[in-house]
């Protein structure tokens, strides 16, 4: 008889051993935040990612969420050393990938004008509007609730968009890219870059 009450004994403290233990695996869960998949893909980059463009390594330091009256687009922040550029994602009908520099050389002063001329080449404002934005990491001076923009298209696949910030006018010239051009490697969370 005695026997058996110490094999109750051991039993219900095997069952608490198990029920404690899983109770705090739960609640750590349920602490931890949003689970990021391993893989990435232009729509799930993260602070600290890399994006290989042409055989160099980007960091991802930041990313802003446009939206225009639920019509939404997004920017990464990519930065090497020194060197500053932005990878923006929209996907309307096809999903559409840019790779926009930064540029001091186009003086936008006024309502953008629904033409222009870029180091030779013709282009013609295709999209513009005002979009309110949610950000992560570092934007530099893109700090505004809302922007105004203007997107232009020229010859073959080079872009300009032009963004009005609270009267700072960025500018940023590029090209549409392939997104089987980049290679997206999952970082620390971390931006690299202060």
Same mark, same amino acid.
């Given at each position: 008889? +005695?026997?058996?009450?110490?094999?109750?004994?051991?039993?219900?403290?095997?069952?608490?051993?198990?029920?404690?233990?899983?109770?705090?695996?739960?609640? /750590?869960?349920?602490?931890? =935040?949003?689970?990021?998949p391993l893989e990435r893909s232009i729509f799930t980059l993260q602070i600290g990612? *890399?994006?290989? !463009?042409?055989?160099? #390594?980007?960091?991802?330091? @930041?990313?802003?969420?446009?939206?225009?009256? @639920? !019509?939404?687009?997004?920017?990464?922040?990519?930065? #090497?050393? #020194?060197? *500053?550029?932005?990878?923006?994602?929209?996907?309307?009908?096809?999903?559409?990938?840019?790779?926009?520099?930064?540029?001091? %050389? +186009?003086?936008?002063?006024?309502? =953008?004008?629904?033409? +222009?001329?870029?180091? &030779?080449? %013709?282009?013609?404002?295709?999209?513009?509007?005002?979009?309110? $934005?949610?950000?992560? @990491?570092?934007?530099?001076?893109?700090?505004?609730?809302?922007?105004?923009?203007?997107? !232009?298209?020229?010859? &073959?696949?080079?872009? *300009? /968009?032009?963004? %009005?910030?609270?009267?700072? *006018?960025?500018?940023?010239?590029?090209?549409?890219?392939?997104?089987?051009?980049? $290679?997206?490697?999952?970082g620390d969370g971390q931006r690299v870059y202060d």
């Open positions: 008889m +005695l026997t058996y009450f110490w094999i109750l004994v051991i039993v219900i403290l095997a069952i608490s051993t198990i029920v404690f233990v899983r109770q705090r695996q739960l609640a /750590s869960v349920r602490k931890s =935040p949003q689970i990021v990612d *890399i994006v290989e !463009y042409m055989g160099e #390594d980007w960091v991802v330091q @930041g990313k802003l969420v446009y939206d225009d009256d @639920g !019509y939404q687009w997004q920017e990464y922040l990519l930065q #090497d050393g #020194d060197r *500053i550029r932005w990878l923006a994602i929209e996907e309307d009908d096809q999903v559409q990938v840019s790779w926009l520099t930064p540029t001091d %050389d +186009l003086e936008i002063t006024g309502t =953008p004008p629904k033409q +222009l001329q870029f180091e &030779g080449n %013709d282009y013609r404002c295709i999209e513009s509007g005002e979009a309110t $934005m949610s950000r992560q @990491g570092m934007t530099l001076n893109r700090t505004a609730k809302r922007c105004r923009y203007s997107d !232009y298209r020229g010859s &073959g696949n080079q872009v *300009i /968009s032009i963004e %009005d910030w609270d009267g700072d *006018i960025e500018v940023t010239v590029g090209t549409i890219i392939r997104p089987s051009e980049l $290679m997206l490697l999952p």
